[in-house]
């Protein structure tokens, strides 16, 4: 009579462990099954090394005329849009138009969100009213720095997108177009 009841409770704690088992590891489950480690996956890329790669985050600092300025961790290969809106999107003074919300971010970026006022100020002034941004700023605001016309401020644009951004005021000169002379006459008006 005992052998019976061995028999039940060690069937019961098999159920009981596949059940958890199958919660764990089974659809819908909190964890995920490693790759089979072998041959084959020594041989070729691993699906957790490209797990790996698609979840990378980055550190962006959003501030200026947002609604909760700060630090945010965004996947990736995200937008200036999506750090906009993780940083509680406009403010009511926010110059939308002076970003480029569709550049890709960069690990380490900062975004600064200028107002209308700032902008018209910067505008009036010839540009004077504050530094430019080269990560951040609109192609009219770029234009207003001395020697930078359409042109060379579209090749600002296109070197910071496919570079991941300026990492300092100096690595405008590997801009096409823009050597020693034209850095000389901005550089004090220019940040990253």
């Known amino acids: 009579m005992l052998k019976k009841y061995w028999k039940i409770a060690a069937a019961v704690a098999f159920f009981i462990v596949a059940g958890f088992c199958y ?11 490693l790759p089979e480690r072998g041959p084959a996956a020594a041989s070729g890329p691993s699906e957790a090394g490209s797990e790996a790669e698609e979840t990378a985050e ?46 890709v971010i960069a690990d380490g970026m900062k975004i600064t969100v200028p107002g209308q006022e700032e902008v018209r100020n910067r505008s009036e002034n010839g540009g004077s009213g504050g530094l430019v941004n080269l990560n951040t700023s609109a192609k009219d605001e770029l234009m207003t720095l001395p020697g930078i016309g359409a042109s060379r401020a579209d ?29 000389e006459k ?4 220019i940040t990253v």
């Open 23 to 33: 919660a764990a590891f089974g659809p819908g489950g909190e964890a995920e099954r």
């Open 155 to 183: 090749d600002i644009i296109r070197y910071r997108e496919r570079s991941g951004g300026f990492g300092s005021a100096e690595e405008l000169m590997n801009v096409p177009g823009i050597k020693n002379a034209v850095f």
């Open 58 to 103: 980055c550190y962006v600092h959003v501030c200026g005329e947002v609604r909760a300025p700060g630090v945010y961790l965004l996947p990736e290969g995200s937008r200036i849009f999506e750090a906009v809106e993780a940083a509680g999107g406009f403010t009511e003074e926010a110059s939308e138009s002076s970003l480029n919300l569709a550049a």
């Open 186 to 189: 901005i550089k004090d008006r």
